[in-house]
């Protein structure tokens, strides 16, 4: 995750390329560093640095580390005479090379020739089975097909190899919510909760497709949820302080006349909504008249 400071470094360094102030291999590191594309912008000064012989030779064995930077973005920006350049002069530099065959796997993928791209891949893993970056190109060659079906497919199988691989779960868990697979999307974000507990989007997403699957057990598991969301971020989600709020409505229609349940609802959903009235008023007086309705709909109102 990129820092302030480093982002602020990163526009600052930005700034003075574009503006003709220098430091356009320092600025092309720094995205390598953070892990950015920018594709645009390293396709511009990048080439800038290839096309220029004396600045070029300053680089040493990194000349060959901007080739493969330039090529991506090129593809990215679809100037494929550029990219399939740059991966020529990889190939005739580093001829057996597995992470160039991957590059010439992608120019396939960039010009849409899915089959090929496909077998080149294929025959990568052989050589290479636990190369994370091809597992997740078939992944994104899937989606750019439309072929959803495949992409969860892809998905699944990368995890069964890469299972703490953070991201791949979410992806995973979207996906299965814009379908509607929400039992699905919730054994995903399950994983993501008990390998990153403390990260409060992962439990108010959990809480969501818990919410909107329904029932008595699945809406009490999504209120511990969204009160967790609200304990991790200091009280200050709204969107979790509403998600305590629905969800003790709807547990109330479920467990009339069970006292117990009332009372210990009656006091989580007056705390939420206290809380609620109170962000309201200070960021938002014009709304609070909409929250109050809203909230006695919900047999709320403090």
């Known amino acids: 995750m990129v820092t302030k400071t480093e982002e602020s470094q990163l526009n600052n360094l930005e700034n003075q390329v574009d503006n003709g102030g220098g430091g356009a291999w320092e600025y092309l590191t720094l995205l390598r560093k953070l892990k950015l594309r920018r594709s645009d912008k390293v396709l511009k000064h990048g080439l800038s640095i290839l096309n220029n012989p ?18 991506v973005a090129a593809m990215d920006c679809q100037c494929l005479d550029v990219a399939k350049d740059c991966t020529k002069a990889l190939q005739k530099r580093f001829p057996e090379s597995k992470r160039v065959g991957r590059l010439e796997a992608m120019l396939l993928e960039a010009k849409g020739s899915w089959e090929l791209a496909e077998k080149a891949y294929t025959s990568l ?49 979207e996906i299965y919510v814009s379908l509607q697979m929400y039992k699905q999307a919730a054994f995903c974000y399950e994983e993501l909760i008990l390998s990153q507990p403390t990260v409060p ?9 818990l919410y909107t699957l329904g029932g008595l057990e699945n809406l009490q598991t999504a209120k511990k949820y969204y009160a967790s969301t609200i304990d991790l971020t200091g009280g200050k989600n709204t969107r979790a302080l509403f998600g305590v709020c629905l969800c003790t ?54």
């Open 54 to 71: 004396k600045i070029r030779s300053t680089l040493g064995a990194d000349e060959w580390t901007l080739y493969e930077q330039v090529a």
């Open 125 to 173: 893993l052989e050589d290479s089975p636990l190369d994370q970056v091809i597992h997740k190109r078939r992944v994104a060659m899937a989606k750019a097909q439309g072929n959803i079906s495949g992409a969860i497919e892809w998905l699944n199988k990368y995890l069964e190899i890469f299972m703490a691989d953070h991201d791949a779960w979410r992806e995973l868990a």
């Open 201 to 209: 989007l992962y439990h108010l997403a959990y809480a969501d497709v």
């Open 249 to 302: 409505s709807a547990i109330a229609q479920l467990v009339k006349g069970k006292n117990k349940e009332d009372k210990e609802g009656s006091q989580v959903q007056s705390l939420a909504a206290k809380v609620l009235e109170k962000e309201y008023k200070q960021k938002a007086p014009d709304k609070l008249p909409q929250l109050t309705t809203a909230l006695k709909s919900l047999t709320l109102a403090s």
